[in-house]
Structure formats: structure tokens, C-alpha cells
Nanobody
Framework: QVQLVESGGGLVQPGESLRLSCVAS????????MRWYRQAPGKERELVAS????????VYTNSVKGRFVISRDDTKKTVNLQMNSLKVEDTAVYYC??????????WGQGTQVTVSS
């Protein structure tokens, strides 16, 4: 049974940090590129950060560059998103996504991140 389980979301004030984690099971984690997406109310889901299956390449959307860091631990089948200097506009549901190829990809259920003073 394939599962991606996110955790670490919550309510924080602007400028604070959160660390999201996504634990995978039921598939060969090391063969998958991993991504974090987010979706704010009334907006389309957007790609926030990605890391290749080798871990050598990371990509970030412009709005989070320098503030967010994506990492993976294949021994723990986990991908993390360290979010620093959070802004109100970072408020969204954050989703973990695994993609091997066109025919094999999985989504987590999402975790809510709310940044508010």
C-alpha cells in the first residue's frame, strides 16, 4: 500500500520557521524525484521545491528561494522542507509528491501551514 504521510504543519507568526516532513512507504523511494507543492485558498496548486532521486539537484520557486530548503533521507524514506522566515503569503496546504515517471506518481494528503500575526 503506497503512502505519503506529511507532518509538521501548524500555525506560526511571520518570521518564524517550520519543518515539514513526508514519510514514504509502499514503493521504492530512492527511484523517485520528490517535490513539495502548496495550494492556497482560491489559488492553483504550485510547485514549491523539488529534489531529484539522486539528491544532487534541487529547484525552488522564486518566492521561496533563500528561505526554504528541501532535503531527502533515503534510509528513512523521508523528504523534508525546512521553511524559514515564513511570510503570510506562505499560508497554504502543503503536499508531498513522488514521481518516478509519467506512469508512476503519488500524492500525500497535505498538511496545513498558516502564517499569521
Amino acid at each position: 500500500q503506497v503512502q505519503l504521510v506529511e507532518s509538521g504543519g501548524g500555525l506560526v507568526q511571520p518570521g518564524e520557521s517550520l519543518r515539514l516532513s513526508c514519510v514514504a512507504s509502499g514503493f521504492m523511494f530512492k527511484n523517485y524525484d520528490m517535490r513539495w507543492y502548496r495550494q492556497a485558498p482560491g489559488k492553483e496548486r504550485e510547485l514549491v521545491a523539488s529534489i531529484t532521486r539522486t539528491g544532487k539537484t534541487t529547484v525552488y520557486t522564486n518566492s521561496v528561494k533563500g528561505r526554504f530548503v528541501i532535503s531527502r533521507d533515503d534510509t528513512k524514506k523521508t523528504v523534508n522542507l525546512q521553511m524559514n522566515s515564513l511570510k503570510v503569503e506562505d499560508t497554504a496546504v502543503y503536499y508531498c509528491h513522488a514521481r518516478r515517471d509519467y506512469f508512476s506518481s503519488y500524492w500525500g494528503q497535505g498538511t496545513q501551514v498558516t502564517v499569521s500575526s
